[in-house]
């Protein structure tokens, strides 16, 4: 574990650190497929709980609430995985990330911003389309849509950084994360 500055790691971070970068899951994020195959279960699962939280918001089927704590175990399964994969990029305080990792983190959230501003703008098309169109007010989807712009926000750097998570070294050129004492 490398530290940047004069901040010295505390007993969490230490254990922040071991937990991403263990390696026992690596199985599941291993290939570029396995972590794409991640980043698209995630996002799947992301918008099935989203539109029951939603659908359970908009209208009497109450029963919807609990499709979304069904989901709730394999979405956070599945974040796990993501966060296995770039080894606690995103997870992880300032202090404990070397100079590489911090540029990485920042390519990260530069491109999940651009993204994100693509989805704000989509959502403002769609929502004034609906507006003009006359058969669906604005104000009826203003929940909705904040809801899962918001949540499009919070997340797109995980599904960002997951994407772009390489490949760990084989071989002789293998290293293990740095001891954490």
Known sequence: MTTTGTTRPTRYDRRMFAVMNDRRGSAWYSTATRRRAAVATHVVLTAAGMAAAIGSYATDRHWL???????????????????????????????????RQLAERDRVRARAHRLT?????????????????????????????????????????????????????????EQGPEPLF
């Open 65 to 99: 609430a609990f499709a979304v704590l069904a989901l709730l175990l394999p979405w956070c399964v599945a974040t796990g995985v993501i966060n296995g994969a770039t080894r606690g990029l995103l997870e992880l305080r300032t202090h404990v990330l070397d100079e």
């Open 117 to 173: 501003t693509y989805v704000l703008a989509s959502a403002l098309v769609g929502v004034a389309a609906a507006g003009w169109n006359g058969r669906v007010g604005a104000g009826t989807l203003l929940a909705p849509v904040l809801a899962a712009v918001f949540v499009t926000h919070w997340l797109m750097p995980l599904w960002v950084a997951g994407l772009a998570a390489q490949d760990e070294p084989t071989g002789e050129a």
